[in-house]
């Protein structure tokens, strides 16, 4: 079964200081690996995703994040943060084999604080 | 930007009440998904629908749980006899194949 880890419950950061949040999968095949933000109060949102191809993915906002198959590893990373990026990341896996609509499996997420 | 919508926002029943949540996909979208996410844990795969049917569900989509895509743009999930433990936040998604999935803003379900 897949499974992703998010070692970080909070991590709290200096408004301009970069990031990185950290996300470990265990998964057989190739996986399909995302990072969704999720704002207080509101739904998830897309941040950037990993199918094939280049191992460094950009998304929007500014983020970046990097698959490192031999370490199972896809962290999210941004050169300085800001106060609005605050919130609450998701990191999650897809198996899409056989053509089936597979669910995502997420990580318990990595609370975010900006610090002024 | 097309969006995935949902209704309502906010649902407060009593335990033992039905109750329906309503999302609509993006249009052009294929694929259905729910999901759950009670307070403060992550989030919870629930089912997937493709071509009117059930492609994948979790353990946690029990025999109390439904879904049915009615029309040609909604996609309902759902629970005949509600309990405590139901009280979540359920987002609905949708995707293009097997792609990238897009999330509703979700519907924060209380049961008392």
């Known amino acids: 079964a897949q499974s992703v880890t998010q070692p970080d419950i909070h991590i709290t950061v200096s408004e301009g200081a970069s990031l990185e949040l950290r996300c470990n999968y265990s998964y057989g095949a190739t996986p399909y690996l995302f990072w969704y933000v999720q704002s207080p109060g509101q739904g998830l949102q897309l941040l950037l995703k990993?199918?094939?191809?280049?191992?460094l993915v950009q998304g929007i906002k500014g983020f970046e994040a990097e698959f490192k198959r031999s370490q199972s590893s896809f962290n999210l990373r941004k050169p300085s943060v800001h106060w609005s990026d605050a919130a609450e990341y998701f990191c999650?896996?897809?198996?899409?084999?056989?053509?089936?609509?597979?669910?995502?499996?997420f990580g318990k997420g990595t609370h975010l604080i900006i610090q002024p | 930007e097309p969006e995935v919508t949902q209704t309502p926002s906010h649902q407060v029943t009593q335990m033992g009440q039905e109750v329906i949540l309503r999302c609509v996909p993006i249009?052009?979208?294929?694929?259905f998904y729910w999901y759950r996410q009670i307070l403060g844990q992550k989030v919870e795969f629930l089912v997937s629908?493709?071509?009117?049917?059930?492609?994948?569900k979790s353990e946690i989509f029990d025999d109390q749980f439904s879904v049915e895509r009615p029309d040609g743009s909604n996609f309902t999930l759902k629970i005949r006899s509600t309990k405590l433990e139901d009280s979540a936040m359920y987002f609905c998604?949708?995707?293009?194949?097997?792609?990238?999935?897009?999330f509703g803003p979700g519907t924060r379900l209380l049961v008392l």
């Open positions: 249009s052009n979208h294929l694929y």
């Open positions: 999650a896996v897809g198996s899409y084999s056989g053509g089936g609509a597979d669910g995502l499996t």
């Open positions: 998604a949708s995707s293009v194949a097997s792609e990238t999935q897009y």
């Open positions: 990993y199918f094939s191809g280049d191992t």
């Open positions: 629908f493709y071509n009117n049917e059930i492609s994948e």
